[in-house]
Protein backbone atom coordinates (compact mmCIF):
# COMPACT_ATOMS: atom_id res chain seq x y z
CA UNK A 1 0.00 0.00 0.00
CA UNK A 2 1.35 3.34 -0.96
CA UNK A 3 1.51 5.96 1.61
CA UNK A 4 1.41 10.05 0.74
CA UNK A 5 4.56 11.43 1.05
CA UNK A 6 5.81 13.75 4.02
CA UNK A 7 4.38 16.96 4.78
CA UNK A 8 5.88 19.82 3.82
CA UNK A 9 3.88 22.91 5.09
CA UNK A 10 3.48 25.80 3.52
CA UNK A 11 2.51 27.80 6.81
CA UNK A 12 2.26 26.90 9.90
CA UNK A 13 -0.62 24.53 11.55
CA UNK A 14 -2.46 26.09 13.93
CA UNK A 15 -2.93 24.50 17.29
CA UNK A 16 -6.69 24.95 17.01
CA UNK A 17 -6.78 23.02 13.13
CA UNK A 18 -7.88 19.52 13.90
CA UNK A 19 -9.33 16.88 11.46
CA UNK A 20 -11.99 14.81 12.78
CA UNK A 21 -12.29 11.96 10.40
CA UNK A 22 -14.05 9.09 11.26
CA UNK A 23 -14.91 6.26 9.10
CA UNK A 24 -18.28 4.44 9.53
CA UNK A 25 -17.16 1.08 9.88
CA UNK A 26 -14.84 1.67 12.82
CA UNK A 27 -15.62 -0.61 15.81
CA UNK A 28 -12.88 1.52 18.01
CA UNK A 29 -14.09 4.98 17.58
CA UNK A 30 -17.39 5.83 16.81
CA UNK A 31 -18.79 8.98 14.48
CA UNK A 32 -20.81 10.45 17.50
CA UNK A 33 -17.59 10.38 19.93
CA UNK A 34 -15.47 11.74 17.09
CA UNK A 35 -18.12 14.64 16.28
CA UNK A 36 -18.38 15.45 19.73
CA UNK A 37 -14.61 15.99 20.47
CA UNK A 38 -14.45 17.83 17.20
CA UNK A 39 -17.17 20.29 18.75
CA UNK A 40 -14.32 21.21 21.53
CA UNK A 41 -12.17 22.54 18.66
CA UNK A 42 -12.99 26.34 17.47
CA UNK A 43 -12.16 25.65 13.36
CA UNK A 44 -12.05 22.03 13.59
CA UNK A 45 -13.82 19.86 10.05
CA UNK A 46 -15.24 16.97 10.41
CA UNK A 47 -15.53 14.68 7.42
CA UNK A 48 -17.47 11.17 7.76
CA UNK A 49 -15.57 8.39 5.87
CA UNK A 50 -17.37 5.71 4.25
CA UNK A 51 -16.81 1.94 4.28
CA UNK A 52 -13.67 2.27 5.90
CA UNK A 53 -12.36 1.06 9.84
CA UNK A 54 -10.33 2.08 11.91
CA UNK A 55 -7.36 3.81 10.20
CA UNK A 56 -9.78 5.61 7.48
CA UNK A 57 -6.34 6.79 5.57
CA UNK A 58 -5.84 3.53 4.54
CA UNK A 59 -8.65 3.60 1.95
CA UNK A 60 -7.14 1.95 -1.49
CA UNK A 61 -8.46 5.20 -4.04
CA UNK A 62 -5.74 7.27 -1.52
CA UNK A 63 -8.96 10.12 -1.33
CA UNK A 64 -8.64 10.27 2.79
CA UNK A 65 -4.80 10.77 3.07
CA UNK A 66 -4.73 13.49 -0.06
CA UNK A 67 -7.70 14.98 1.63
CA UNK A 68 -6.20 14.85 5.07
CA UNK A 69 -3.16 15.91 3.73
CA UNK A 70 -4.53 18.97 1.89
CA UNK A 71 -6.56 20.02 5.39
CA UNK A 72 -2.83 19.74 7.26
CA UNK A 73 -1.01 22.06 4.13
CA UNK A 74 -3.72 24.39 3.35
CA UNK A 75 -5.92 25.00 6.76
CA UNK A 76 -9.30 23.92 4.62
CA UNK A 77 -11.07 20.92 3.29
CA UNK A 78 -10.79 20.32 -0.05
CA UNK A 79 -13.06 18.90 -2.82
CA UNK A 80 -14.96 15.72 -1.06
CA UNK A 81 -16.28 14.36 -4.08
CA UNK A 82 -13.71 11.74 -4.16
CA UNK A 83 -15.18 10.00 -0.73
CA UNK A 84 -18.36 8.54 -3.18
CA UNK A 85 -15.99 6.68 -4.99
CA UNK A 86 -14.31 5.02 -2.09
CA UNK A 87 -15.44 0.91 -2.80
CA UNK A 88 -17.23 -1.04 -0.53
CA UNK A 89 -15.42 -3.71 1.47
CA UNK A 90 -15.49 -7.11 0.72
CA UNK A 91 -16.25 -8.68 3.95
CA UNK A 92 -16.29 -12.34 3.58
CA UNK A 93 -17.72 -15.30 6.82
CA UNK A 94 -15.04 -16.73 9.07
CA UNK A 95 -14.66 -20.21 8.47
CA UNK A 96 -16.09 -22.49 10.72
CA UNK A 97 -17.93 -19.69 12.57
CA UNK A 98 -21.76 -20.84 13.41
CA UNK A 99 -22.80 -17.27 12.68
Not at 4 to 17: E, M
Not at 43 to 55: E, I, Q, R, S
Request: hydrophobic fraction near 30%.
Amino acid sequence: MAHPPPLHLDRPVPRRTRPGRPADLDATTDVAATRRTARQYRGATFLKVPNMGHVAEYDPSGCVAGLTSGFLRHGKLGDTACLAEIPPLKVEPVKGSNR
